[in-house]
């Protein structure tokens, strides 16, 4: 299977240029100008587009049993709406909750519903909810099987919390393993009390989902896991960090000694708190943890961004319904689903409100919504740049292209859009997956099962 991508300009996280991109055996095996290649070879003119690098989401939930209820997307209208938008692989945390079995109920329950049914590559973090006696051989069974990382969350009590004890157990054994830990900064005691508080006295909405998990317990969060990556002398990454004060820990941390990544989430960069306060429970929609902040939080993760504080751009979605899934909390805002979905729209929201409106420049981007993510996680350099011998995962992208979102027109398998209205000023028309081309005319075109399993070494 060959192909062959003329007359487009290449841009990595390095470089701009114009040149042929010839790929065959599923990797890119020739770049240049007039390349000898069969005469018969299938040809994208990509001539006036940009051609970058798969993109790569570092943080999604596809199969995620939560809350009483289990997200939207399979692993197929995922895959097909990341691929739509440009993202070619993603990293999705396998979730047990606390005390189901690791591996059953954990790895190999994800590996099963992914193997097959999923369009673009993929590869998993692994979620550590209690830390027991056959904790360590399971991790140990996990990441011996590629899974080059783990997941702690220091929130959502009694359901994948962990304590300090299974912390401190998690990443000092990450680091015995020599695999990162992400984590969920936020402190689950605080927020347990705060929303008993709200609660008791009436404020039952989804505005105060913000009021109950305050920028203070974000904060308390990111230095408390910090302090313990410090200590254990593990690598850690910080998942959907919201807002400045916890930057500035992570900053603090990092100037300190911490081995310590960022990630900013686009609904974070994008969408204030007021979303979460739209009346009619409207604000249901917008309602993730940590929750929408304020314009400035925003602006400082832009800022953080732009000098590289901020590592990566993920999307952490979560796809659950209006209906039926996110009115389970219409009495009581503790019961909505958290999350909001992003995964077809993190690109060309990067690309419109961050390259075009001049926050970050063109190379910015591209190294933190791909080269970063493979970089930080053991994919790099088969995926995450363009050069000979990586994957043929390419991205032809239209920068005249201009549309408004609206849920009526999206792959995502969900009753609204977290990003509905908004204007996009760039979108993939073709989308290759190891050569083979899974976005065509800006429409999924490809085969539902071409995905693989990304295996991924311990690094740290
Ligand atoms: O609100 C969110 N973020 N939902 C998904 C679960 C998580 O915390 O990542
Ligand atoms: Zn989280
Ligand atoms: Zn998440």
Redesign the pocket.
């Known amino acids: 299977m060959a192909l062959l991508v003329k007359n487009g300009e290449i841009i990595t996280a390095t470089d701009r240029y114009h040149a042929d991109i010839y790929c065959e055996d599923q990797t890119i095996s020739k770049i240049g100008h007039n390349l000898d290649v069969p005469p018969d070879t299938p040809t994208i003119d990509a001539s006036g587009k940009y051609v970058f690098p798969g993109f790569i989401d570092p ?1 999604v ?1 596809i199969y ?1 049993p ?1 809350m009483g209820t289990v997200s939207k997307d399979t692993h197929t209208t995922g895959s097909q709406a990341a691929l739509v938008g440009g993202t070619t692989t993603f990293i999705e ?1 396998c ?1 047990p909750s606390k005390g189901q079995d690791l591996l059953t109920e954990g790895f190999e329950l994800w590996a099963d519903k992914a193997k097959g049914s999923s369009a673009c590559d993929y590869s998993f973090h692994m979620a550590v909810p209690h830390f027991d006696s056959n904790t360590k051989d399971q991790l140990r069974e996990i990441v011996g099987q590629g899974v080059g990382s783990f997941k702690v ?1 220091l ?2 009590k009694n359901f ?1 919390g962990v304590n300090d004890e299974e912390l401190w157990n998690t990443l000092s054994f990450a680091k015995e393993l020599g695999v990162i830990t992400t984590a ?1 900064c936020e402190n689950d005691e605080a927020i347990a009390q705060l929303q008993a508080q709200l609660l008791a006295a009436g404020n039952t909405g989804p505005e105060y989902h913000e009021p109950s998990r305050p920028i203070s317990v974000e904060v308390d969060g990111v230095h408390h896991f910090t302090t313990f990556l410090q200590a254990t002398g593990a690598a850690g990454y910080i ?2 960090l919201s807002c400045a004060a916890g930057l500035e820990a992570a900053n603090r941390a990092r100037y300190n000694g911490a081995e310590v990544y960022v990630e900013a ?1 686009i609904p974070h960069l994008m969408l204030d708190k007021t979303y979460a306060e739209r009346p009619n429970f409207e604000g249901a929609k917008y ?4 929750p929408l902040r304020t314009k400035p939080n925003q602006a400082a993760l832009w800022q953080g961004l732009r000098n590289t504080d901020v590592n990566t751009v993920a999307t ?1 979605h ?1 796809p659950f319904d209006f209906v039926g899934q996110k009115d389970m909390g219409k009495d009581n805002f503790v019961q909505i ?4 979905p992003a995964i077809e729209d993190r690109v060309n929201i990067l690309y419109t409100y961050g390259v075009m409106q001049e926050r970050i420049d063109i190379h910015r981007f591209v190294d933190a919504a791909s080269t970063q993510a493979a970089k930080i996680f053991g994919l790099f350099p088969k995926k995450g740049t363009i050069a000979l011998g990586s994957d043929a995962d390419l991205v032809i992208y239209d920068p005249n292209h201009k549309e408004t979102l609206t849920a009526a027109n999206q792959t995502m398998n969900l009753d609204y859009r977290g990003f509905e209205g908004f204007e996009i000023a760039g979108k993939p028309t073709e989308v290759t997956v190891r050569g083979k081309v899974m976005v065509d005319g800006g429409k999924f075109v490809g085969d539902s099962s071409w995905g693989e399993f990304l295996a991924r070494e311990p690094q740290y």
Do not use: R, T
């Open positions: 943080h939930h995620l939560f945390m979730a969350f929130a959502y994948f969920h998942v959907h989430v309602v993730m943890s940590p952490d979560a689903p958290n999350g909001i």
